[in-house]
C-alpha cells in the first residue's frame, strides 16, 4: 500500500512504559496517509500510527501548533508550518477516535448491566472510568432507547449485540 506525502513536520516520540518514560529528540522529516494510517519518517527510520490504535488526538499547544497523537503504548507530538493542514487532518481523525471509543464503552456498560452489574464503584473499576463519565454514559445510554429507565435493555441496546452475546448474557427469549 502506498503513502502519500501529507505535510513537512517536526515530531518527537514519548514511549510510555510502567514508570519509565523515553523520549526522542525532535526529528525533522515527512507525515505520510495511507489507507491503514499514518506514517512519519525522519528520512531514515519510519514510524506507523495505526489509526484503528489512536486514543485521542489533542491540541497541546496553539502557537506554534503541536498536536499530540496518543496510542496505548507511545505518545507523538507533531508540530508544522501549515496548522491548518494538522487541524484538518484532526478533524478529520477525530470522529473515527471518538466513535470507537464511545462504542466500545457503550457496549461494555450495555454487557455489564445486562448481567446485573449496576453498582457505580464496580461500574467505574470495570469500565476504567470516573464517576461523572459513567453517569453520563448512562444518561446517554437511557436518552438513545439502549438502557430504560427501569434497568431492562432497550431495542437500540439489543440492536448493539449479536444474537451471540445477547445468547450469552441471557437476553434471547
Known sequence: ?????????????????DNFQANIIWKKGGLYLSLSGLFLTDGTTWYELPVRDLDNISIIREEPLKLKFKIPSFDVTISGEHAERLLALRHFLLP????????NEMKALLKLWAIGVRD???????????KEKVEELIKKARAEKILYENGDIGPNGNSMLTDEEREFLGLEE
Open 1 to 17: 500500500m502506498k503513502a502519500r506525502k501529507y505535510e513537512d513536520v517536526e515530531f518527537v516520540i514519548d514511549q510510555k512504559a
Open 96 to 103: 473515527y477516535i471518538s466513535g470507537k471509543k464511545h462504542e
Open 120 to 130: 457505580m464503584h464496580i461500574l467505574r473499576k470495570l469500565l476504567g472510568l470516573d
